[in-house]
């Protein structure tokens, strides 16, 4: 795992180092950089930096930027190819010869042999570019579902000023070169208002966009060129097969992956959370172990800091767990400085951190101190269906064939619930309000109703006048909207796996954990993503991922037999922190600053006035805005770290 940066430009060695200063979190092991000869007249070099952090061969053998023998490819990679073995002995049956034992050196060997065909051989989670010597070409990949992120800024040339492109693992090495100007990009705020974050290739920053997920981009002689890679396809669902033979199919799948990427010359251990996808890849990481007990990680929540938040008890839960498989347990009791830590995560995250930042880099932090890498049972609610919301739609068809009738009703009952109870919960009342108001929708504004938080009505309160203006000419549901159209074809629970396969997963999920990891220099793997899970479920029949009301049916029927049952079939917790409580608590002052009716009205984005109005209702309770209030004061202190 390591952090990437390079440039196509004039004189590229003088920006090299401060992009790869700016990562240094990222790998902290080895650092090296690579300049071509000119490519043009104009004398523009292309230059690739690396800081590396060690998990395959550690050895200096292992430096990157990494030449392919004829010096044809030059190589800067961040990741893991988890099946490399396989595929460096088919490469050496080609006739090739390695000198290493990296999966670096096995990826320029693929790259020579097969172009890029070579990428749909690949399975592990990567972002890497390469620079071709003989076409004088760049090229950025990013693995199928963005585990890793990629970002890049295109520069065009203008009178005597020629083109340049810059790409980095983190935005900051872009900007660390000062050859653009940080600015907001008005499109991006809005989608970020609506979701707490902006779907790919968009960014904060209006000059950078990301690599999307299974896409592979060109720079060539000025020009741009996208391409993508994979895709996940449910056009061959398999029916006729029985329950017991896909619980196998799960079961030995989990098994296999776990075991792929376990593959490391380093410490590794796992997060655990007393959930059912974090508890299944320990049982599974048991039986590779050698007889080495695991190491597991798990955060608990303080008692005096749920008085607001309805928070389950991962503690009891992770011990539960560890009774039975006898790990090397660490429980880590979340008591942050969290005044003091936020500006330090939005450094990071680069954009507003949504609040499970803020456990993710405690303990991933922690569990730096004796381990390289970890496994996390992310993205097993994207696979398998395990999402709340995914329940909620389920429910709200029975109102899809007598709309007319129903529908009117459920716009009234949104109406009548009152949005909180001063001094009580207030999340039970705004879940049961957005699913009654979400509910009255249709199939994709429904789904999307589910997942907005300041609506478009609420915006437009919100903006002040100038800022009305700018966003009215945004529709924040594109995106979605497009990749429903490509998965209409398939089965209503599939299509929404895929949009969030394509959006909330890689934006949000996956965007978090890798920063907040990286920021501890800890890498993070994630088996429930690993290409062959993805294609197993794809081909599953749907009413086996939602059974009735069941989430994540057939992966808790596989995991039966290898964890307790009460574990199994235990009520869904999200991997969330008490924001409520530090809203009221640590950070008001904050908030009376960052947010004060002055600091708004100088920002000039939204109307103090409503902001105040916001403010007022959640902290008495009439409302529960607490994460519009937390979205709110993390884009005030992204201005401050990035563009004031």
């Given at each position: ?11 590229p ?14 790998g ?41 023998p004829?010096?044809?490819?030059v190589l ?7 099946n ?28 020579s ?35 890793k ?18 790409f980095?693992?983190e ?10 100007k940080?600015?907001l ?11 707490l974050w ?10 950078v ?12 002689a ?5 391409t ?14 029985n ?11 989990l ?17 655990l959370?007393?959930g059912?996808d ?6 599974m ?21 749920l ?16 009774e ?11 008591k ?44 097993g ?6 999402y ?40 039970p009342l ?17 789904y999307?109703g ?11 309160r ?26 209409s ?9 895929y ?7 890689p934006?949000?999920?996956?965007l ?41 049916y ?8 290898v ?25 008001r ?9 002055d600091?708004?009205?100088?920002r ?8 105040n109005r916001?403010?007022d ?28």
């Open positions: 795992m390591c952090g990437i940066a390079g440039i196509v430009g004039i004189e060695g003088r920006f090299i180092g401060p992009m790869l200063e700016s990562v240094e979190h990222r902290r092991d080895d650092e090296g950089t690579w300049v071509s000869e000119a490519i043009d007249s104009y004398g523009r070099r292309a230059c690739l930096g690396h800081r590396r952090l060690a998990i395959i061969d550690t050895s200096p053998g292992g430096h990157e930027p990494m030449l392919s004829d010096g044809r490819y800067t990679f961040n990741g893991e190819i988890y490399y073995r396989e595929l460096r002995e088919q490469l050496r049956a080609l006739g090739h010869k390695f000198r290493t034992d990296s999966d670096a050196e096995v990826l320029l060997a693929a790259i042999e097969w172009g890029w065909d070579a990428v749909g051989h690949l399975n592990g989670m990567f972002a890497f570019a390469v620079w071709d010597n003989h076409e004088r070409t760049l090229t950025l990949v990013r693995d199928h579902v963005g585990i992120p990629l970002y890049y800024s295109f520069i065009p040339g203008h009178n005597d000023a020629q083109p340049t492109f810059l980095g693992s935005i900051k090495s872009i900007l660390a070169t000062g050859l653009i940080p600015e990009n008005p499109e991006a705020l809005h989608q970020f208002l609506t979701f902006s779907p790919d290739p968009n960014t904060l920053f209006a000059n966009k990301t690599v999307p997920p299974a896409h592979l981009l060109q720079f060539h000025g020009e741009i060129k996208l993508q890679w994979w895709d996940v396809s449910f056009d061959k669902i398999e029916e006729g097969k329950e017991a033979y896909w619980r196998e199919r799960v079961l030995d799948t098994e296999r992956v776990v075991k792929m990427e376990m593959v490391a010359d380093v410490p590794l251990g796992s997060f959370s007393g059912i974090s508890s299944g890849i320990v049982a990481m048991e039986r590779h172990s050698n007889g080495r007990r695991i190491s597991t990680y798990t955060v608990g929540i303080e008692s005096e800091d008085r607001y938040d309805i928070i389950p008890d991962d503690v009891r839960w992770a011990r539960r767990v560890n039975q498989l006898q790990t090397d347990y660490h429980e880590i009791m979340l942050p400085s969290v005044a003091d830590l936020l500006p330090k995560l939005v450094y990071h995250m680069e954009e507003p951190p949504i609040d499970m930042a803020i456990p993710s880099y405690l303990v991933s932090r922690a569990a730096r101190e004796t381990l390289t890498v970890m496994l996390s049972g992310m993205g609610d994207e696979v398998f269906a395990g709340p919301r995914q329940m909620a739609m389920k429910i709200a068809s029975v109102f899809d064939p007598v709309p007319n009738l129903l529908r009117p009703l459920m716009k009234t009952v949104a109406g009548a619930l009152p949005g909180g109870l001063p001094g009580r919960l207030t999340a705004r879940n049961a309000k957005k699913f009654a108001r979400s509910a009255a929708l249709d199939f994709e504004d429904r999307l589910y997942g907005t938080y300041f609506t478009n009505d609420t915006k437009r919100l903006y002040s006048d100038e800022w009305r203006s700018i966003t009215s000419e945004y529709d924040p549901y594109a995106t979605h909207r497009a990749y429903f159209a490509r998965a074809a398939a089965a209503p629970l599939n299509q929404l796996l949009v969030d396969l394509k959006t909330f997963l934006c949000l999920n996956l978090t954990t890798d920063k907040t990891s990286m920021a501890a220099n800890l890498e993070v793997r994630v088996p429930f993503l690993n290409r062959e899970m993805i294609d197993l479920a794809a081909r599953m029949p749907p009413r086996l991922k939602l059974h009735g009301l069941k989430r994540k057939v992966l808790k029927r596989a995991l039966e037999s964890l307790p049952k009460d574990v199994v079939w235990r009520k869904k917790a999200g991997f969330g922190a008490p924001i409520r409580s530090w809203l009221r608590g640590a950070l002052p904050m908030i009376g600053d960052l947010l004060s009716e600091a708004v009205k100088r000039g984005i939204f109307r103090p006035k409503e902001v916001i403010l209702a959640n902290f008495s309770g009439r409302e529960d805005y607490n994460l519009h209030v937390f979205q709110l004061l993390g884009l005030e202190l992204w201005h401050r770290t990035f563009l004031d």
